[in-house]
């Protein structure tokens, strides 16, 4: 396996320096070409050393983000950017030698071309190639067998996000408890704890999961077994759910430290975040213009009265605003929902019903591709929302809130949140708020793009759009 590994890491290297190169020599090529310009001399020799040293610090920085490995943990967005943020550290440090030891200048041409060639051509082989992965891993290609020990919250929450991830080439095998007996998400409880090795070496066990952090001389026990029988271990934090964005391991003398690390958001984070805002909700209400006009026209034909459905929302800080969305449902539809809210079925302060006798016969097929939500580029625009965070509830929803429910509040609400793109309606309310604090607390630029990427596919299967 080890050299299997090792051949794998060659051939990304071979590829990667291949790709490199051609990015260097191309643009070199069309720039002094004789059929570009006449007369021209043909000379590589003079931006040698410098093509060299330019590749060498973009190879030791590909593998500084570990990039010549094969992390399955690891989506397509994220070593997208990996890859941009390499290439555009290497030109910059390429430029700032040139400039400090007053070498020979690349032309601004050849400079741009290579710098947009190898973020092209090193990005788009990755993506291929994680494709290919992928594909390979869904459909069994060397599957990690997993033992899980502990079949509680924690071991349960472990299995869906397992079960979420399937590029991860995860297999759970089963469980193992010392209380419980009956099947947990239909996987087997295979025995107790102290059944560890037999069960190991009886559904050849390549990873140990350990969700019983707290019991502290049964984890050194694991790990002192799953040593001896040389497979890997791995233990969940204690207080795995608290709203930490870092967490890292580390030293002091022997002794190894779980550090849980509360970092925050930088101004220009949020800067960042309400420019992204503010160009896709006018660049949208823009193009999707004709679209409102013909929706209007709908709605007007099949259920008079207004267009737009307003009402009030809780927004940052519980800040009322009112809120748009196309009418999808009876004028009246308000006044009728207190007589149905017994009918909600989802628990919780939230009220959802999938067959909703206030809906519209053209308000279902709104629904059904959240066309409904498209004015809500308005409140966007206004600053009352952002593209992406939780929805915004209702001020009679947030009186029922429990107090740490009430981090929902902490920033703006958004068109599309996680549990939309994980599940939309079909998750309970505890979900819901459980993925919006997580948002919260992870939050990044890079996330939101992933979640308005992973919206488009959620929308189009239509899947708890209700």
């Known amino acids: 396996m080890y050299k299997h590994t090792k051949y794998i890491h060659f051939v990304y290297l071979l590829v990667d320096v ?24 043909f000379y590589f020799e003079g931006y040698r050393l410098i093509f060299c040293f330019w590749g060498l610090i ?14 399955r943990s690891l989506d397509i967005f994220t070593e997208t950017w990996k890859v941009i943020k390499s290439v555009i550290l290497a030109s910059a440090l390429i430029v700032a030698v040139i400039f400090l030891l007053r070498m020979t200048p690349i032309p601004r041409f050849i400079l741009i071309s290579s710098t947009l060639l190898l973020t092209f051509s090193l990005s788009f082989w990755r993506v291929v190639k994680r494709m290919i992965l992928n594909y390979m891993v869904v459909n069994g290609f060397h599957n990690i067998n997993i033992l899980i020990l502990g079949a509680g919250k924690v071991g349960s929450a472990l299995v869906e996000d397992i079960e979420g991830n399937p590029n991860l080439g995860f297999r759970v095998i089963g469980f193992l408890d010392d209380k419980k007996t009956e099947n947990v998400l239909r996987y087997k409880i295979l025995g107790n704890i102290n059944s560890l090795e037999s069960v190991v070496k ?16 049964q984890v050194c026990e694991v790990l002192s077994l799953g040593n001896r029988l040389g ?10 759910s608290l709203p930490f964005t870092q967490v890292s391991v580390g030293y002091i003398g022997l002794v190894p430290l779980i550090k849980y690390i509360n970092v925050g958001s930088h101004p220009t984070e949020a800067l960042s975040k309400r420019i992204l805002d503010v160009l896709v909700s006018s660049v949208g209400l823009i193009l999707l213009a004709p679209v409102f006009i013909v929706i209007a026209f709908f709605i007007k034909l099949f259920c008079p009265g207004p267009i737009f459905y307003t009402s009030l929302r809780c927004g ?29 079925e989802v628990k919780g302060p939230v009220f959802k019903i999938k067959n909703d006798p206030r809906v ?38 947030v009186d029922k809130y429990d107090i740490w429910q009430m981090r929902r509040l902490d920033i703006r609400p958004g068109i599309t949140c996680l549990w939309q793109v994980r599940g939309r309606s079909d998750l309970t309310f505890y979900k819901w708020v459980k993925w919006d604090l997580w948002y919260i607390d992870n939050w990044s630029l890079l996330l939101d793009l992933k979640i308005l990427i992973w919206t488009i596919p959620a929308v189009l299967k239509r899947k708890g759009a209700y």
């Open 58 to 71: 973009l190879i030791f920085i590909l593998n500084n983000q570990r990039l010549y490995v094969t992390d």
């Open 202 to 217: 009886k559904y050849f066990i390549d990873e140990i999961y350990v969700t019983i952090p707290s019991e502290r001389k």
């Open 231 to 240: 497979k890997t271990v791995r233990v969940v934090a204690d207080n795995f």
């Open 360 to 397: 519209t016969k053209f308000g279902m097929v709104l629904r059904r591709y959240s066309l409904d939500e498209l004015p809500q580029l308005i409140n966007v625009l206004k600053g009352d929302m952002s593209l992406v965070g939780p929805r915004p509830p209702t001020p009679d929803e």
């Open 18 to 41: 291949v790709l490199i190169a051609s990015s260097f020599y191309l643009p070199y090529c069309l720039k002094y070409s004789q059929y570009v310009i006449p007369n021209q001399t």
């Open 316 to 344: 940052k800080k519980g800040k009322l605003f009112k809120f748009y969305k196309f009418r999808s449902m009876v004028v009246n539809a308000d006044s009728i929902k207190e007589h149905l809210r017994h009918k909600s």
